[in-house]
């Protein structure tokens, strides 16, 4: 297994909307709707920010959205602001209990 | 309130084996669905899923460490032990505890403050 593909960066202007791929193959993002992401600032531990592809935790701001099609899963962030501005990392369940992460995005806030 | 807590030694010289402990509260390892991990961050690199355990002591690696690995729990403590032989410089990283409620599917939502091991002769 191979870690998933993720830009290594993305940016956007305060309030618009950028999108965070993450490519895997049919073994792992295309095979299960078990895609999670976690946003990390600077020197602190990830935080929870999406799961089953889709769905937000509690506490979690609506401006941040996540899909997938086929081996790609996504993860939407609308309304970008300042604080958002943060490494990005998806993960998929892989099968037999593997856990893949993707290889991280950084987001930057122009 | 869910808490988990990497120790361990900030140091290891290359060759000897590295033994990580993570104590968490808020949660029994003994419930359906439980699951504990560690993933590992080099300074500056991506996260990487290593290990886990669930609550029927199941036990499930990273197929590329997974001679290295040995992961296991003492439920009375709510304790997890990772033990990582035969260290490299290369194993240099943030070592992080992580909870999993599989029965929701909520993959690592909640993670500790990770624990800086530097692997140096």
């Known amino acids: 297994q191979s870690a998933l593909t993720?830009?290594?960066?993305?940016?956007?202007?305060?309030?618009?909307?950028?999108?965070?791929?993450?490519?895997?193959?049919?073994?792992?993002?295309?095979?299960?709707?078990?895609v999670s992401w976690?946003?990390?600032?600077?020197?602190?531990?990830?935080?929870?920010?999406?799961?089953?592809?889709?769905k937000r935790p509690s506490g979690v701001s609506d401006r941040f959205s996540g899909s997938k099609s086929g081996n790609t899963a996504s993860l939407t962030i609308s309304g970008l602001q300042a604080e958002d501005e943060a490494d990005y990392y998806c993960c998929s369940y892989a099968g037999n209990s593997i856990r893949l992460f993707g290889g991280g995005t950084k987001v930057t806030v122009l | 309130q869910v808490t988990l807590r990497e120790s361990g030694p900030a140091l290891v010289k290359p060759t000897q084996t590295l033994t990580l402990t993570c104590t968490f509260s808020g949660f029994s390892l003994s419930t359906s669905g439980m699951c504990v991990s560690w993933v590992r961050q080099p300074p500056g690199k991506a996260l990487e899923w290593l290990a886990?355990?669930?609550?029927?002591?199941?036990?499930?690696?990273?197929?590329?460490?997974?001679?290295?690995?040995?992961?296991s729990r003492d439920t009375s403590k709510n304790q997890v032990v990772l033990r990582m032989t035969n260290v490299d410089p290369v194993d240099t990283a943030t070592y992080y505890c992580v909870r999993t409620y599989w029965d929701t599917r909520q993959e690592f939502d909640f993670w500790g403050q990770g624990s800086l091991v530097t692997i140096s002769s």
Not at chain 1, 12 to 34: M, R
Request: charged letters at 15%; hydrophobic letters at 25%.
């Open chain 1, 6 to 34: 993720q830009p290594a960066s993305v940016s956007g202007s305060p309030g618009q909307s950028i999108t965070v791929s993450c490519t895997g193959t049919s073994s792992d993002v295309g095979g299960y709707n078990l």
């Open chain 1, 38 to 54: 976690y946003q990390q600032h600077p020197g602190k531990a990830p935080k929870f920010i999406i799961y089953e592809v889709s």
């Open chain 2, 52 to 71: 886990l355990i669930d609550s029927a002591d199941d036990k499930y690696y990273l197929p590329s460490l997974k001679t290295r690995l040995t992961i």
